[in-house]
């Protein structure tokens, strides 16, 4: 009894542990994005900024809370066994996360007056840069919108193919967002546009079903008790790698089908939201009732398996024994 209650207490500070090493990390990262983004040819990169780093938690912390699963089911899997409570524990902690941790994250999102977002570089001159057809030389460091610069015009006769006009600053900026500087862009690869789209919308879906109210809130975390439900997978194999394999497929599985269900290839498949609320009345009362009962049957369906697993190994262990 004191070892599985050990290792069950545990799995507290684990939890806590990756959860905050995992936003430490994140924070690094962004901030070092950011900071790319933000980057001029020529000038050096500001590894630290205070409104990357305040920021940079109100765009990692829901993704942290996204992978959480994730992280604590790779720890279960390589210290596994101890009955019980340690999977009690777990299932209390995907409580904690979804329940009060994300919820406490969104009133603080709330309270939180962002910080002025610092002012942008101008283009350094000394350097070609490409606006569609043509290759901009700047001459010297623009003041306003145009620039004097020698142009090359790819496309034109070579006799005629270089000569003296203005570079239009403002549209270079423009060509090269979420980057200030197309020579940047051009080396470092942005974050696709369907990612960053995808995890604004799970944000917004968040912070309105918390908003909502309780139901709305609780509709919304059965999303989450399908994430951590992921973990009874891993009961499959007597192979760590082979059971962490299972988890990421299942949990990306469930995270693709999710983040795309609002999406057009999905729009013939909720369209069967309206005949279930019309077979089961009190679904009405539910947000997005269709994906409600699929993340619930996710969940009952690796528990499940979950439970055969552990009830099959548990026979072929007895039989051994004899």
């Not at 207490?9 to 924070?27: F, R």
């Not at 992978?67 to 009955?83: A, D």
């Not at 967002?177 to 197309?182: A, Q, R, T």
Request: charged share 15%; with cysteine.
């Amino acid at each position: 009894m004191i070892r599985p209650l050990k290792k069950a207490l545990l799995l507290i500070p684990a939890y806590i542990g990756m959860l905050l090493s995992s936003c430490i990390i994140g924070e690094f990262l962004y901030m070092l994005y950011f900071n790319t983004t933000r980057l001029i040819a020529g000038k050096q990169l500001q590894l630290f900024n205070k409104y990357a780093l305040e920021n940079g938690f109100f765009v990692i912390a829901p993704i942290v809370f996204l992978l959480s699963g994730i992280f604590l089911s790779c720890y279960r899997i390589r210290h596994s066994r101890g009955g019980c409570l340690p999977v009690i524990m777990y299932g209390l902690l995907g409580a904690v996360t979804w329940c009060l941790l994300y919820p406490a994250f969104i009133e603080l999102k709330g309270k939180w007056t962002p910080r002025l977002l610092p002012e942008d570089s101008v283009l350094t001159s000394g350097y070609f840069r490409r606006e569609g057809n043509d290759v901009f030389y700047l001459m010297h460091t623009p003041d306003g919108s145009n620039a004097d610069s020698i142009v090359i015009n790819e496309s034109a006769n070579p006799e005629n193919a270089v000569f003296p006009g203005y570079a239009d600053t403002q549209k270079m900026v423009e060509t090269a967002s979420p980057f200030k500087d197309i020579l940047i862009r051009e080396t470092i690869p942005a974050v696709p546009g369907w990612i960053s789209a995808a995890l604004e919308n799970f944000e917004a879906r968040a912070e309105s079903a918390w908003h909502e109210g309780l139901i709305s809130w609780l509709s919304f975390v059965a999303f989450g008790l399908a994430l951590f439900s992921v973990y009874a997978i891993s009961f499959c194999s007597e192979w760590r790698l082979i059971n962490t394999l299972y988890v990421f497929v299942m949990d990306a599985g469930v995270m693709s089908f999710n983040l795309l269900y609002f999406s057009s290839y999905f729009a013939e498949f909720r369209n069967l939201e309206s005949l279930l609320c019309s077979s089961i009345k009190f679904l009405t009362h539910l947000h997005e009732p269709l994906l409600v009962c699929m993340n619930v049957l996710f969940s009952l369906v690796f528990t499940v398996i979950g439970i055969i697993e552990v009830r099959i190994h548990a026979a072929k262990n007895k039989r051994s024994s004899i």
